[in-house]
């Protein structure tokens, strides 16, 4: 067996997520849900997963409650996996349709009064989707992002 073919990641990219592709996307989403969380307890990193979450929790964790957070966090692994395999096999326009975006006529206005604006977001998952979306509206845009490691822990 090749290494590639020993990686999980590769047979989800390769194998699983295209299968899944058959589903309708309620099911797609489902599925890939359960294949994460049965999956988390062999995860490389639920250990220390495990471990943060009790230490954040303290005594009112547990065991139990950080083993169903590496779950929880591999069960959402595993849909934004999907949600990868999705998007680049998507068209750009129903992409785009998936979003909406609030108070479109201020942010307009304020374009149009030579005013930027500034969109904060921590979760860069969708971040790909803001700008066109923005776009579709006529807005230009540009992303400034911030590695978020050890020298940045609050964030």
Known sequence: M???AADPLWWRYRVGNPALAALPV????RCAERWGRWRAHGAPDAGA????????????GGS????????????????????DHRMAHAAMPAVVAQVEVQ?????????????GLIILTAHYGRLGMLGPAMRRLGLSSAFLSATVDERATAL
């Open 103 to 115: 108070d479109a006529k201020v942010i307009a206005r304020k374009a149009a009064e030579g005013r």
């Open 2 to 4: 090749t290494a590639r």
């Open 26 to 29: 309620a099911w797609q989403y």
């Open 49 to 60: 997963i495990r471990q943060g979450a009790v230490a954040l929790l303290g005594a009112a």
């Open 64 to 83: 139990d409650r950080g083993a169903a957070i590496v779950r929880r966090y591999h069960g959402l692994q595993s849909r934004i996996r999907l949600d």
